[in-house]
């Protein structure tokens, strides 16, 4: 069992800038898993946004975010961030961080995750 807590979200204008982050806690080894950013608009299915390895050594990332988003993941601190840059008012959205179980590298399948934070709200205003 995994528990994860997004935090740093709030308002933003358009072109500006955000750092999210997700704490982990619990029994399991935060470093054996891959793990996952995912947004869900109002009215909208939850998405995949970005994923990242358990070394950190490989990133994925959704076509919307691709140049704009960067995650990461510090293991010492049993962390995940996801810099967000030059964000678009269709970024709004609630940000979700998610532990990845495994299998085949399809990080943007939301089955292949279990441990969901409570998510974190991003307004990009225009």
């Known amino acids: 069992q995994m528990q994860l807590v997004e935090s740093g979200g709030g308002l933003v204008q358009a072109g500006g800038s955000l750092t999210l982050s997700c704490a982990a806690s619990?029994?399991?080894?935060?470093?054996?898993?891959?793990m996952g950013w995912f947004r869900q608009a109002p009215g909208k299915e939850r998405e995949f946004v970005a994923g990242v390895s358990w070394s950190g050594e490989t990133t994925y990332y959704a076509d919307s975010v691709k140049g704009r988003f960067t995650i990461s993941r510090d293991n010492a601190k049993n962390m995940m961030f996801l810099q967000m840059n030059s964000l678009k008012t269709e970024d709004t959205a609630v940000y979700y961080c998610?532990?990845?179980?495994?299998?085949?590298?399809?990080?943007?399948?939301?089955?292949?995750?279990?441990?969901w934070g409570q998510g974190t709200q991003v307004t990009v205003s225009s």
């Open positions: 998610a532990r990845r179980l495994g299998g085949p590298d399809l990080y943007y399948d939301r089955q292949q995750y279990d441990s």
């Open positions: 619990g029994r399991s080894v935060f470093r054996s898993y891959s």
